[in-house]
Each structure stands twice: as C-alpha cells, then as structure tokens.
C-alpha cells in the first residue's frame, strides 16, 4: 500500500469503528437504555428482546473497537454487515430507500463501506497487518460477507416471529351502539 492507500483505509476503519460504537453505546445508555432497545427488537417480531439489545451492544462496541486497533478486520467486518443486514430488513426495508423517511439508505452505505473495507484489508496501520494475519482481496471480501449472510440467517431463523398481519379479506364486526 502506498502513503495514500494507508491514510484512506484508516480513515474508514476509524470512522467506521467509532460509528459502530457509537450505536452500540446508544443502544446500551441512549433514550430508552436497555429497556426501550428491546421493546424496539420485540416490536420488529424478534423474540427475547433484551437478549437482542444486549447482542447489538457487544457485537457494535466490539465490532467498533476491533475496527479502531485493525484486528480481525473481515470478521468485525462481518458484524458490522450482518447488524446492517438485520435493520435493513427488519426495520428500514419497508420504508423505503431514503433516510430521512426511516429508508435503508444509511444501513446499505455502512454494510458496503465494511464489505469493501474487509476486501481492501485493514491497511498497514493494524494489529492484523502488525501481526501477519491480515487477510485481504476475494478472501477477506468472501469471509465477512459469508459469515454475515449466516450469522444473519440464524438469527433470524432462530428469534423472529413476526405477528401475523391481520386478514383483510375477513369482514370486521362492528359493535352495535
């Protein structure tokens, strides 16, 4: 890598880090704390919801900090996909593209950035470069994006259980007043 590649691919690992951090410190302290972060998960048909909000912080945070050091980069990669993966299509999908109508525009743009961050590997600034067990190119892209597309679908295999939507073909009764 030259000077460039070096600046640019930690740049987007710290910013990427910190965001992800940020998230998961909000999820943990933010708003509703624990509490409402779970009754969030619930209200999209994820099931043990405060098991979910306590997974959001420890895969954000963690994800966020091994981002900053440049440590298992295609794996906190994978992490940052599959939490993208998760409200992308539990919460952001129906609302379309745009973010300023609730849209998966943003959850898209950071999924990306980490899937292209695992292929350009985490730069020569990083533990895995330091340590000679940076995996980048094809490999690094394949290991996270596969590991979140499974870590994805087991989730959501094993937690969401969506309420089923009513039957509009069915006539409503009507109370007599």
């Excluded at 969030?40 to 994800?63: C, K, M, N, Y």
């Excluded at 300023?100 to 695992?118: C, D, I, N, P």
């Excluded at 994006?145 to 939507?165: D, H, K, M, N, Q």
């Amino acid at each position: 890598m030259n000077d460039a590649d070096t600046v640019a691919v930690l740049l987007v690992r710290l910013v990427l880090g910190t965001v992800m951090i940020a998230h998961g410190f909000n999820h943990w302290r933010g708003g509703g704390r624990i509490a409402g972060t779970a009754r969030w998960f619930t209200g999209l048909g994820l099931r043990h919801g405060t098991l979910q909000a306590w997974l959001s912080v420890i895969t954000e945070v963690g994800a966020g900090v091994l981002l900053l050091v440049g440590l298992f980069t295609p794996l906190a990669c994978a992490a940052v996909i599959s939490v993208m993966l998760v409200a992308g299509l539990l919460a952001h999908r129906p609302n379309g593209f745009f973010v300023f109508k609730e849209g998966y525009e943003y959850v898209l743009t950071l999924a990306v950035v980490a899937l292209a961050l695992s292929v350009l590997g985490p730069g020569d600034v990083s533990v895995d470069e330091a340590g000679g067990i940076a995996v980048t190119g094809w490999a690094g892209g394949g290991l996270a994006l596969g590991v979140a597309v499974v870590s994805t679908a087991g989730l959501l295999a094993t937690f969401w259980r969506p309420e089923p939507a009513p039957d509009l073909t069915e006539p409503v009764e009507q109370e007599a007043h």
